[in-house]
């Protein structure tokens, strides 16, 4: 029997993830059925277990999802453990192996497709929600030279903060705390862009040669690009790359190959413009 995999999310008929891991599977010569499967909003961990038992060797797990997946694992990996939050797992037997691979995608795209380096930098994280969260440690990880956090509620900053003092001490505050200081990496970790809005951030943030970062992709430029280029960010990104690199390192953390991703990320910037 083939193996089988998908991403399960309410909703999930917009997911790219089916069509990512069909081309990596042909990329890199595995063969695999990976679908998208919508779950009901009380029914995740019933979904989990019918997949299990039809075969299924691993999922994906997108909004609203990923803290229920965390809940639901019998083990997890230390970036999984440390962002408290699933995106991959993988069934072995009895055992739900939980990973989490959003931080290290976005790290990869910043640093691989982007060639730019963390270290040494000071870092801007927008946002305290999952998606800050899950980055946070994958960006210590590059051995930056300061971490701020910034948050519409500046205490869910204090409280995200707390939670990695063991290992980095990190500013926080909300977006009127971030004036005076400039960043070298920009990240929006924020929903506001899928509201189409901006966000208030003072003048001077961003130093020469400086990296904005929206996690948000879609057709043409975030609310969040446009202000960093009007600000003085020298490259903006969105994260449509983040997006295939976390599918890599699922594809990895299953399959112990890693796809190439530069040709499948320019198909679906493509289809973006399409
Ligand atoms: P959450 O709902 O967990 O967190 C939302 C965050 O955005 C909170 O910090 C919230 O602040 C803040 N926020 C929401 N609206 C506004 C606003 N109008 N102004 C200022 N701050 C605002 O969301 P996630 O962390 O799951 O997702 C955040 C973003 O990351 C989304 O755009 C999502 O699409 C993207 N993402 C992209 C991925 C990729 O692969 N490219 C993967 C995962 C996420 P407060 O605490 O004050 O409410």
Redesign the pocket.
């Known amino acids: 029997m083939t193996d089988l995999y998908a991403v399960f999310g309410n909703p999930i008929a917009h997911s790219k993830s089916p069509a990512i891991h069909a081309a990596f599977a042909r990329a890199s010569n595995q063969a695999l059925i990976y679908e998208a499967r919508l779950a009901a909003v009380d029914g995740f961990e019933q979904a989990i277990s019918d997949f299990r038992t039809a075969g299924g060797q691993g999922a994906n797990v997108t ?1 609203p999802f990923k803290e229920e997946a965390y809940r639901l694992c019998t083990r997890l990996s230390d970036r999984a453990a440390r962002a408290g939050a699933v995106n991959t797992l993988t069934f072995n037997g009895n055992e739900i192996f939980g990973d989490n691979t ?1 931080g290290a ?1 976005l790290v990869r795209d910043i640093t691989h497709n982007f060639g730019y380096e963390l270290a040494g930098k000071r870092v801007l994280l927008l ?6 969260r899950g980055a946070i440690a994958p960006l210590l990880a590059g051995a930056p030279a300061s971490l701020f956090i910034a ?3 500046a205490e ?1 900053a204090e409280l995200l903060a707390a939670a990695f003092a063991d290992i980095f001490p990190v500013n926080t505050g909300n977006f009127a705390k971030i004036a005076g200081n400039s960043f070298h990496l920009v990240i929006n ?7 189409g ?1 901006s ?1 208030p951030l003072p003048q001077g943030i961003f130093a020469a040669g400086s990296l904005a970062y929206d ?3 879609g057709k043409g430029e975030t609310p969040f690009m446009a202000l960093a280029r009007e600000q003085g960010a020298s490259c903006c990104a969105d ?1 449509l790359g ?2 295939v690199e ?1 599918a890599a390192e699922a594809f990895f953390v299953w399959r112990a190959v890693r796809p190439p991703t530069a040709a499948v990320l320019a198909n679906l910037r493509a289809g973006l413009h399409a």
């Open positions: 909004v959003d995608g946002g305290a929600g999952g998606a800050a948050n519409r509620s869910k970790a924020t929903s506001a862009s899928l509201a809005e966000l996690m948000m992709y994260g983040m997006l976390q």
